[in-house]
């Protein structure tokens, strides 16, 4: 079932509920702290994971594309791996478009097949909490406008882990928009001093195919609503209304039929992303315009350093 996440996650600090439910946080810490002595080595694959702490909308399948970009350039083989989850096949045919993608129950069944396959580097979207694989190089995602939120774990906040688990990292990625990320970044500090960042801005890329004189109907099913529509507000969309749908949300055609009937009032034309459409039937698709986005990477040369590190290991 796709639900919503309460409003209290994103509260500044935990509120009553918060603390009602930390007792059974606690219980999933001690969970992951005793899979974390399980890890296994690969040597004859390099292994990249990229992963977030904040449960969605953290932007880990769009950074794996960029990074596979970057990997492709240097003449390094690469390839995707997803852990098989039925409601995120959205995420896989993204994937699909950019590389091949190995989808297993098990994430090492996957990276052995990968490995049979000559892949000189397999790309994690997300895997950051399974521990059978000790990765060669780890990317911890956070949203720019969602931060920490009241910085507890499942279920009396948003995280999959605790922060102070942060020490084991070296590299973090905050994506989102032009927000002001110095707060952020202080707060992470306070875990791990050493890290080094990576900020990453969403860059619509079909612009040119879609009207910005007319008005839009904007809804998504995906981990940070907002930071899709202060993308189309920073591009001059002229946004009618908004609903937000669940993470990976499977629209059923009284959904769409409820959509076009706020439309309709408003003289509106229906806008999503391009994970969205991609879950649509086919049947209705062809009255609703996504945006297709890709996502622009400061510090592109040291993330290129740490890739070639990669390549001279092999």
């Not at 935990?14 to 690969?42: C, T, V």
């Not at 049979?116 to 990317?139: H, M, N, P, T, W």
Request: net charge positive; hydrophobic share 35%.
């Amino acid at each position: 079932m796709n639900l919503l996440k309460p409003k209290f996650w994103d509260y500044k600090k935990p509120n009553s509920l918060s603390y009602i439910l930390i007792p059974i946080s606690k219980i999933i810490e001690k969970i992951l702290k005793l899979k974390k002595k399980n890890k296994k080595k690969f040597n004859t694959i390099k292994t990249i994971c990229v992963g977030n702490f904040y449960i969605g909308g953290t932007g880990k399948t769009s950074i794996s594309i960029e990074i596979k970009k970057l990997l492709d350039n240097s003449n390094l083989k690469s390839c995707f791996i997803k852990k098989k989850y039925l409601d995120q096949l959205d995420e896989q045919k993204l994937l699909e478009n950019f590389g091949k993608v190995y989808i297993e129950t098990s994430r090492s069944t996957a990276l052995k097949n990968a490995i049979k396959d000559g892949f000189d580097v397999a790309i994690f979207d997300d895997g950051l909490q399974d521990y059978e694989i000790s990765y060669d190089l780890s990317f911890v995602c956070f949203n720019k406008k969602s931060g920490l939120g009241n910085k507890c774990v499942i279920p009396a906040g948003p995280l999959r882990e605790s922060l102070d688990n942060l020490n084991e990292y070296n590299y973090v990625f905050l994506t989102g928009n032009d927000e002001n990320v110095l707060n952020l970044k202080n707060s992470l500090k306070e875990k791990n001093h050493k890290l080094i960042f990576f900020e990453a801005t969403y860059l619509p890329t079909n612009l040119k195919s879609l009207n910005l004189k007319k008005n839009y109907l904007a809804f998504s099913g995906i981990g940070n609503h907002s930071t899709f529509l202060e993308m189309l507000h920073k591009n001059n969309f002229k946004i009618s209304s908004d609903i937000q749908f669940p993470d990976h949300y499977n629209y059923k055609q009284k959904d769409i039929d409820k959509l076009w009937l706020i439309a309709q009032k408003t003289n509106s034309c229906l806008l999503t992303t391009e994970k969205d459409f991609i879950r649509l039937s086919d049947k209705v698709k062809k009255n609703i315009q996504f945006i297709k986005i890709q996502l622009k990477i400061n510090r592109t040369e040291k993330l290129k350093e740490l890739l070639s590190l990669l390549n001279e290991k092999n």
